[in-house]
């Protein structure tokens, strides 16, 4: 899956794959770097300006999720990076609800 338009994005949940420099400290904690991924037209668009705002609990053993905050498009959007443990790849995802948002940031949602 590729990016579309972005306020097509705010619409719906989409998740698509990710190439992500990272480092990892000797204890594993990760640090995104930079990250890039495909558009809709096949152009590879690479973004090195980035904030992370939160991420998730070292305890989660399915991954490690970080919610991001940078200019895409030329419209400041907030994403989770998210690396998957046991298949070694990263996504973007994109939620639409405050529930799917923290259920990726804690493995929980709130009632």
């Known amino acids: 899956m590729t990016i579309g338009d972005p306020d097509d994005m705010q619409n719906e949940n989409t998740s698509f794959p990710a190439q992500v420099a990272s480092i990892t400290d000797t204890d594993g904690t990760i ?3 930079w990250f890039r991924f495909k558009n809709s037209d096949g152009e590879l668009i690479t973004i090195k300006n980035f904030r992370i705002k939160r991420e998730s609990p070292d305890s989660n053993l399915i991954g490690k999720n ?3 905050v940078s200019a895409v498009y030329g419209q400041e ?3 989770f990076l ?3 443990y046991s298949r070694h790849t990263w996504t973007i995802e994109y939620r639409t609800t405050e529930q799917e948002r923290q259920y990726l940031l804690t493995g929980q949602t709130r009632l």
């Open 31 to 33: 640090h995104p770097q």
């Open 66 to 68: 970080f919610l991001c």
């Open 77 to 79: 959007q907030e994403f």
């Open 82 to 84: 998210c690396y998957n």
